[in-house]
C-alpha cells in the first residue's frame, strides 16, 4: 500500500487566498496547574472539532482552491465537500464556518491581522468570500516512530498536553515518514498521531482529487513498513 503525505499547494501562478479564523485571539492562555504548560483554552484541535461552533473565518485574497490552510487545519471548498462525502464517508466529517466580510470584521481584529500580516495583506481580505467547511480527520494510522525519529518528550494527563520532538529532516523529507502499514484503519484521507495537523492519503484519494479537477494540494509519497 502507498501512501503520501498532503501538502499546501500555495498557488502556481498566482497565490491562493488562505484563511484566518478571527475569534482566535479572543481565546486565552492559560498554563496548567500541573505540567505548567501555556495553552490555548480550549486547545485549537477540541475547538476545530468542535462542530457545534459556527467558527468565523476571512480569506486573504480573490483566487480561491478547493482546499485552504487556515492557523488550525484544512478548510474544503463547497464542491470538495461534496466529492468527499461522495467518495469517502467513513473517513471525513465536516464543521460549519460563517464566512466573515472584510466590511464586517471589528476593527480590534484587523489592527491585529495587520500587525500580523501587513496592511497590503489586510487591504486584500475579501468581502462575501465563497463558503468553505472545517475539514474532520479522524486518526488512521500509527506512525512507526523510531524509524522517523520521532520521539514523545513530554506529556500531561491533566491538559492533554503532549510535545513530539520531530526532527527538522522529517518535515522537509516527506520520503522520511514512515507509518506502520498494519496500523492502517482504510481511511483514504487520515491523521497520524505525532504528526499534529499533517493529512495523509492513499493513491485512492489522489485518483479521486484528479479526475473531480480539486486545487489546492500537492502529494509527497511517504515510507510504509
Ligand atoms: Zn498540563
Not at 143 to 162: A, E, M, Q, T
Not at 170 to 180: A, K, P, V, W
Amino acid at each position: 500500500m502507498e501512501f503520501y503525505r498532503v501538502i499546501v499547494d500555495a498557488g502556481k501562478r498566482k497565490r491562493y487566498a488562505c484563511g484566518c479564523f478571527t475569534e482566535i485571539t479572543e481565546y486565552k492562555r492559560r498554563a496548567c496547574a500541573v505540567c505548567g504548560k501555556e495553552r490555548v483554552t480550549p486547545n485549537y484541535d477540541k475547538m476545530f472539532e468542535d462542530k457545534a461552533w459556527n467558527m468565523k473565518l476571512l480569506l486573504d485574497r480573490n483566487y480561491y482552491a478547493d482546499f485552504i490552510f487556515s492557523q488550525v487545519r484544512g478548510i474544503v471548498s463547497e464542491k470538495a465537500k461534496k466529492v468527499l462525502s461522495e467518495n469517502f464517508s467513513n473517513a471525513v466529517d465536516f464543521g460549519d464556518i460563517e464566512m466573515v466580510s472584510q466590511r464586517d470584521i471589528p476593527s480590534s481584529f484587523l489592527k491585529y491581522y495587520r500587525g500580523m500580516c501587513g496592511s497590503k495583506n489586510t487591504k486584500l481580505i475579501v468581502n462575501d468570500p465563497p463558503q468553505y467547511y472545517r475539514l474532520l480527520l479522524k486518526k488512521g494510522a500509527v506512525l512507526d516512530f523510531i524509524r522517523s525519529g520521532v520521539k514523545k518528550v513530554s506529556s500531561c494527563k491533566v491538559c492533554d498536553y503532549v510535545e513530539y520532538d520531530i526532527p527538522f529532516e522529517l518535515i522537509g523529507d516527506s520520503s522520511r515518514i514512515y507509518i506502520t502499514g498494519s496500523t492502517w484503519e482504510h481511511y483514504d484521507l487520515f491523521n497520524v498521531e505525532g504528526m499534529g495537523n499533517t493529512m495523509f492519503c492513499t493513491e485512492r484519494f489522489i485518483s479521486v482529487y484528479n479526475v473531480n479537477n480539486l486545487t489546492g494540494l500537492m502529494f509527497q509519497p511517504i515510507q510504509s513498513v
